[in-house]
């Protein structure tokens, strides 16, 4: 599973404060383990999982909240279903791998996405941060691992 789970999981990439949370965190067996406890939680399918695992967008409304839950559990998305930009950032430079001009992409990304009109629905607000980080990421050659 890919470290980009955890914003989404985005995406997602989805919630995390490196800052407080040791970068083993994003180990594959952790994500694996509350992708499955999301699962269960948003009522969504392995299809789901295997959905966001490989960046696809979100089908359903439990695919949706399937990425909200990844997004709150690894703390980069609040209670209010609002970007943590702290932690998004942490997330979005793991794919920088250290490279000082691929972490400014990451910078201009957040600071793009958290800025984003998003819908009160936590789980839409997910899909519609997800679309945003994965499409800048794109555009600024950082990979999704």
Same mark, same amino acid.
């Given at each position: &599973?890919?470290?980009?789970?955890?914003?989404?999981?985005?995406?997602?990439?989805?919630?995390?404060?490196?800052?407080?949370?040791?970068?083993?965190?994003?180990?594959?067996?952790?994500?694996?383990?509350?992708?499955?406890?999301?699962?269960?939680?948003?009522?969504?399918?392995?299809?789901?999982?295997?959905? &966001?695992?490989?960046?696809?967008?979100?089908?359903?409304?439990?695919?949706?909240?399937?990425?909200?839950?990844?997004?709150?559990?690894?703390?980069?998305?609040?209670?209010?279903?609002?970007?943590?930009?702290?932690?998004?950032?942490?997330?979005?430079?793991?794919?920088?791998?250290?490279?000082?001009?691929?972490?400014?992409?990451?910078?201009?990304?957040?600071?793009?996405?958290?800025?984003?009109?998003?819908?009160?629905?936590?789980?839409?607000?997910?899909?519609?941060?997800?679309?945003?980080?994965?499409?800048? &990421?794109?555009?600024?050659?950082?990979?999704?691992?």
């Amino acid at each position: &599973m890919s470290r980009f789970v955890c914003f989404s999981v985005l995406v997602l990439l989805a919630a995390v404060a490196v800052s407080s949370k040791p970068q083993e965190d994003y180990d594959k067996e952790h994500i694996a383990e509350v992708a499955e406890e999301c699962k269960t939680e948003s009522g969504a399918t392995d299809e789901d999982v295997e959905h &966001m695992m490989q960046h696809e967008p979100a089908d359903s409304h439990e695919s949706k909240c399937l990425r909200a839950c990844m997004l709150k559990k690894f703390e980069i998305m609040n209670d209010e279903g609002k970007l943590s930009k702290e932690n998004a950032l942490e997330m979005v430079k793991l794919s920088s791998k250290d490279d000082a001009e691929k972490e400014a992409a990451a910078t201009e990304i957040v600071d793009k996405c958290e800025g984003i009109e998003v819908p009160e629905d936590h789980c839409d607000a997910a899909a519609a941060y997800e679309k945003c980080i994965i499409d800048h &990421m794109h555009e600024h050659g950082l990979a999704l691992e």
